[in-house]
């Protein structure tokens, strides 16, 4: 949102991090603001991402350590691991709320210790506060409460800030009736729905590479963990080219971002490495240049705790690109959103059969030229230039005169 809020008269002073450590860093995503009148803030932590600043990019450790650590990390902060440099970022917000006037403290989450920042924030300097949420806080379909102290611990420390904030907006109608469930004084009127969208500059300014081939290349951006895995999709991959070889052998998988040691070993099990294509991660525009040079996109979501509520980016970055979409998804939000777009064959996640004839049927359509189309008004919807034009006007209901 704070590329295009100049758009409809909103200055805007960021607070975020310094250098982190992290499996993967995008430099060209500074562009989009360069030249931009945004005043950015960078604060540095005392967090374990901001310890291993010196390091940079990190290694992507397996699955299984990563789980581990982050039910570790969730185990000993309360909110989350971003809370030692919450702490120094409220200090710097409080300068700059000391030095200059402000009408609006606009939070996201997650990371949701930046709403308990805030929190404090307003009540400081009497400051409208308005939270947006693009996942759930408590009950996130990732959440590990250890004991349950860190489940009321969490309930608590939400319920203070959505009594005190002046505007809340979730990505999804499934969040939404969450919260209202979850806290009784919450009203249907209270919050706004505001999606993930896509910036439609990165689409109409991409410079995709000529397909040298005539075979169909299906691709996925992004990477796998907890129940978003590649299994299903890979074993429905296997199938039809144990039954139809002839079809298989003209189809490319491509995936953009990191493939771990255990998806290589999968892939190898099944004995279809030629078919597989890995670019690893790369900038966001050369990832949108490959998007725009796929034929056909996936994504998927498993089955798991409140995942109903998830509201994933990748799909509506994927809305931008105007693909066909095979999407291997649970009953919630994204699969109401991209049943919505119009361009899309639905199965259920763990649906092996289902998943290949979606395959063969893309497949099918992509050979005769008929690959459909979206509905371009719902895919018009999620341009985020729109999508901050309705939150700026909403902005305007809470400024003080």
Same mark, same amino acid.
């Given at each position: 949102?704070?590329?295009?809020?100049?758009?409809?008269?909103?200055?805007? /002073?960021?607070?975020?991090?310094?250098?982190?450590?992290?499996?993967?860093?995008?430099?060209?995503?500074?562009?989009?603001?360069?030249?931009?009148?945004?005043?950015?803030?960078?604060?540095?932590?005392?967090?374990?991402?901001?310890?291993?600043?010196?390091?940079?990019?990190?290694?992507?450790?397996?699955?299984?350590?990563?789980?581990?650590?982050?039910?570790?990390?969730?185990?000993?902060?309360?909110?989350?691991?971003?809370?030692?440099?919450?702490?120094?970022?409220?200090?710097?917000?409080?300068?700059?709320?000391?030095?200059?006037?402000?009408?609006?403290?606009?939070?996201?989450?997650?990371?949701?210790?930046?709403?308990?920042?805030?929190?404090?924030?307003?009540?400081?300097?009497?400051?409208?506060?308005?939270?947006?949420?693009?996942?759930?806080?408590?009950?996130?379909?990732?959440?590990?409460?250890?004991?349950?102290?860190?489940?009321?611990?969490?309930?608590?420390?939400?319920?203070?800030?959505?009594?005190?904030?002046?505007?809340?907006?979730?990505?999804?109608?499934?969040?939404?009736?969450?919260?209202?469930?979850?806290?009784?004084?919450?009203?249907?009127?209270?919050?706004?729905?505001?999606?993930?969208?896509?910036?439609?500059?990165?689409?109409?300014?991409?410079?995709?590479?000529?397909?040298?081939?005539?075979?169909?290349?299906?691709?996925?951006?992004?990477?796998?963990?907890?129940?978003?895995?590649?299994?299903?999709?890979?074993?429905?991959?296997?199938?039809?080219?144990?039954?139809?070889?002839?079809?298989?052998?003209?189809?490319?998988?491509?995936?953009?971002?990191?493939?771990?040691?255990?998806?290589?070993?999968?892939?190898?099990?099944?004995?279809?490495? /030629?078919?597989?294509?890995?670019?690893?991660?790369?900038?966001?525009?050369?990832?949108?240049?490959?998007?725009?040079?796929?034929?056909?996109?996936?994504?998927?979501?498993?089955?798991?705790?409140?995942?109903?509520?998830?509201?994933?980016?990748?799909?509506?970055?994927?809305?931008?690109?105007?693909?066909?979409?095979?999407?291997?998804?649970?009953?919630?939000?994204?699969?109401?959103?991209?049943?919505?777009?119009?361009?899309?064959?639905?199965?259920?996640?763990?649906?092996?059969?289902?998943?290949?004839?979606?395959?063969?049927?893309?497949?099918?359509?992509?050979?005769?030229?008929?690959?459909?189309?979206?509905?371009?008004?719902?895919?018009?919807?999620?341009?985020?230039?729109?999508?901050?034009?309705?939150?700026?006007?909403?902005?305007?209901?809470?400024?003080?005169?």
């Amino acid at each position: 949102f704070v590329t295009y809020m100049p758009q409809y008269n909103w200055e805007r /002073s960021v607070v975020t991090t310094e250098l982190t450590g992290y499996y993967a860093h995008d430099y060209s995503l500074l562009d989009e603001i360069k030249d931009k009148p945004v005043k950015i803030v960078r604060v540095k932590g005392k967090e374990v991402n901001s310890i291993l600043a010196k390091k940079g990019t990190i290694k992507m450790p397996a699955e299984f350590l990563r789980k581990f650590l982050s039910r570790l990390s969730s185990t000993f902060f309360i909110p989350d691991n971003k809370k030692g440099w919450c702490t120094e970022a409220y200090k710097k917000a409080k300068e700059l709320l000391e030095q200059e006037k402000y009408d609006l403290i606009f939070v996201t989450g997650p990371p949701f210790s930046t709403f308990t920042m805030a929190l404090q924030l307003k009540k400081e300097f009497n400051i409208p506060l308005a939270v947006d949420y693009r996942d759930l806080w408590f009950g996130y379909h990732f959440a590990f409460y250890a004991t349950p102290f860190h489940k009321i611990a969490i309930k608590r420390m939400e319920y203070a800030v959505l009594k005190a904030a002046d505007f809340i907006t979730v990505t999804n109608r499934r969040i939404k009736e969450k919260l209202m469930d979850y806290y009784k004084f919450i009203t249907f009127n209270d919050i706004m729905i505001l999606p993930h969208g896509y910036d439609p500059e990165d689409f109409e300014n991409a410079t995709p590479e000529k397909k040298q081939h005539n075979k169909m290349i299906l691709t996925y951006s992004g990477i796998f963990y907890e129940y978003i895995t590649p299994k299903f999709f890979l074993k429905a991959f296997k199938e039809l080219l144990n039954e139809r070889p002839d079809i298989a052998s003209n189809i490319e998988l491509h995936f953009i971002g990191f493939l771990r040691k255990e998806n290589y070993r999968f892939i190898k099990k099944l004995g279809i490495q /030629s078919f597989v294509k890995e670019h690893g991660y790369l900038s966001h525009k050369e990832a949108i240049n490959k998007i725009m040079m796929s034929d056909v996109l996936w994504m998927m979501v498993g089955h798991g705790k409140n995942a109903d509520t998830i509201s994933s980016g990748k799909l509506f970055e994927y809305f931008g690109s105007k693909k066909p979409i095979i999407a291997c998804l649970p009953d919630g939000a994204l699969k109401s959103a991209a049943s919505e777009y119009g361009a899309s064959f639905l199965s259920e996640p763990y649906n092996v059969s289902a998943i290949k004839e979606n395959i063969l049927k893309t497949y099918t359509l992509f050979r005769l030229g008929e690959l459909p189309t979206p509905n371009i008004e719902y895919v018009e919807k999620h341009r985020r230039d729109f999508l901050t034009e309705l939150l700026t006007k909403e902005f305007q209901f809470l400024v003080r005169v």
